[in-house]
């Protein structure tokens, strides 16, 4: 199904490198990148609702302003934003225990995946 | 043998079979009678290996004891040492004195300060604990001070542990990068170095920050004159260099005395602030962008204060801007430590700071620090 890829990160670099990555992916459709969390929050409110149409957003952690956490709070907070065509990656290079079991709790979050982002990565995103 | 006597003053005197021969004289308030060692006292320490033969103890020569006189009511516990005099090889002595832990246990056995000897420290903590009784004021100080103690551990464990945060996330961040880069198509690697390199560069800064970090805690303040103007313009140059961009900068400095003060921590302050005003600056304002700085001497104090019209900082975020890893801005750059550093250092040379910022218009920090006398 053809994908539309969100990437929300503070850091400039890892922007461009998953940008970098996703455009080599099968299944992408487009790349849109943040590196402010609320705006892709808005984004995600307006995106196109269509059911060929597959969301796939990789979220960083730590981030001034709004974090990780705070997105997804936000997300939840609204259940239709939910649907089942769009689907959260936390990609984040925390290898902190606390971070992981806390994510754990969040029913949004499909996958927890540690930083960076490898072509295997996104053949598996593809696949799944 | 008199010194000996003299000096413990609770000593033993016991012979081949461990019969108690002789004891001292503040022993005498409380043992009355000679016989075996054995009917009088029993081993606390050591407990294992030992048994009450003269063979036996002069094994553990070189420990401590700790004896409980068990027929006594209190049943009172002396710590010391056995030694073989060289005049008396046949002979072992018990050199100790009563264990005590309060004030109270001194009067419990009817023994006085002066029962005991005077190098005895433990009379020495028991003295000390006494005035202390005695003396609320003291007592509340040193309430106070462990208080004091106390918070300055949990900010260091807070700290260690942000540290570590930092560590597994600030630091990964940018090797993460790095890899993630080197692991891109060969043909598409070679375009990305000079990134990389940046990304390693950026990696670096942070681990100078955090050497600055702690060497503000170990290093000793070390006063003498400052050279506002060299440091200054060395630290603009070098910032303008790292981050490729050149701001105009406006320097004013009114010194009618030398200002005095720790250079180390002054050139870290003054690096830190010149450092944000060129990579917070608007690039949208192109040559219309400023750092004003200006600089007021007198005998007591110098006023620093530094001026841009870069991107600014939120209201809601100014509170926290001086936080360890707090980062207000989504500039990649930043590494939430700067700021912190500069606080510290302030702090460390008695001084103050404040800052006063307005979102997309600039920011003015304000530093207040004392003008240190030369030795």
Redesign the interface.
Known sequence: MKTHFYIID?????L??GK??LE?GTCTSSVTLF??ATEALKAIENREESLDQRYVVFLDL????LNGFGFLEALEKKPKLLQKNIQIYVLT????QDDIERIKQYKSVTEYLN?????EMVQHVCAS | MQTLKKLFPFYLRLDKDLNIIEYGRSMGKLLHENGSFKDHFKFIRPNFGITYSFASIAEFLDQVFILELFHHPKKVRFKGQFIIHHEHEDELWFCGSPWLMSVEDLQQHDLFVTDFAQHDSAIDTLLMLNQNLLNLQDNSKMIADLKQKNERLQQVNERLDAIVYAITHDFRAPLLASIGLLQLPESMVLEELPEILQTLKRLDRTIIHLNELSKNEKIALKFSTINWEELIRESYHNYSVIYGIKIPIHLSINETTPFHSDTFRIRTIVNNLISNAIKYARPILEEASFIKISIHTDPSSCIFTIEDNGEGIDEKNLENIFKLFYRASIKSQGNGIGLYIIKEMVQYLKGTITVKSVKNEGTTFTLKFPNQKLE
């Open positions: 503070d850091d400039e670099l890892f461009k490198l970098m990555y080599m590196n402010d730590n981030m001034p302003i290079s925390s290898i902190n930083k960076p982002m490898t072509r």
